[in-house]
């Protein structure tokens, strides 16, 4: 079975989404906190990552020692 995750983004305000943003299942970004959102099968709203738990990267990167 093949699926599709197609993440819903907010690029203006830093407000959590609410269950009337997004259906059960799917993801949504917030940029201004950074944070991902998702929608359980009970309809809790969690929050993945936050500042800092995403990388952003390009072909000009490099890192030594250890990345935790």
Sequence with gaps: ???TIKIK???S???APTTSNF???ELAFVEATQK???R???DNIRVIG?????L???ANDTMSGNLT
């Design 1 to 3: 079975m093949a699926n």
């Design 9 to 11: 983004r907010r690029t």
């Design 13 to 15: 305000g830093s407000d």
């Design 23 to 25: 259906e059960k299942g």
């Design 36 to 38: 991902l959102f998702y």
């Design 40 to 42: 359980d099968n009970s």
């Design 50 to 54: 936050g500042e800092g738990a995403f």
């Design 56 to 58: 952003r990267s390009d």
